[in-house]
């Protein structure tokens, strides 16, 4: 039903930056809207969230060098990262909450539906 599908990832130098952007089709929730990441070895957590109304939440981790936009006419979820960082690395995926939440609010864990993730890798 819904199709999400990441691209920009890439490997690159510490401080350098990369924007990633998240294609969204075909029947989806819009009330919230997510990129998290799993590096390898660790838990998946979240990077950043975004609601309908454009409240944003970070995770203090990229907090002030990452930023999460949307652009509603052409379905695209963005992130721009700055200042990256090796732990950095890890697949960020993006995400929506699942169609039955109909919350204010985006909390992690009401995010159901994943894209295939592209992958990040920062060298020092």
């Known amino acids: 039903q819904a199709q999400l599908l990441e691209s920009g990832g890439d490997s690159v130098q510490a401080g350098g930056s990369l924007r990633l952007s998240c294609a969204a089709s075909?029947?989806?929730?819009?009330?919230?809207m997510g990129w998290f990441r799993q590096a390898l070895g660790k838990e998946r957590e979240g990077v950043a969230t975004?609601?309908?109304?454009?409240?944003?939440w970070y995770a203090d981790s990229v907090k002030d060098r990452f930023t999460i936009s949307q652009d509603n006419v052409k379905n695209t979820l963005y992130l721009q990262m700055t200042s990256l960082k090796p732990e950095d690395t890890a697949m960020y995926y993006c995400?929506?909450?699942?169609?039955?939440?109909?919350?204010?609010?985006?909390?992690?864990?009401?995010?159901?539906?994943w894209g295939q993730g592209t992958q990040v890798t920062v060298s020092s």
């Open positions: 995400a929506t909450v699942s169609s039955v939440y109909v919350g204010p609010s985006c909390p992690l864990d009401r995010f159901g539906n």
């Open positions: 075909g029947t989806y929730s819009r009330r919230c």
């Open positions: 975004i609601n309908r109304d454009g409240n944003i």
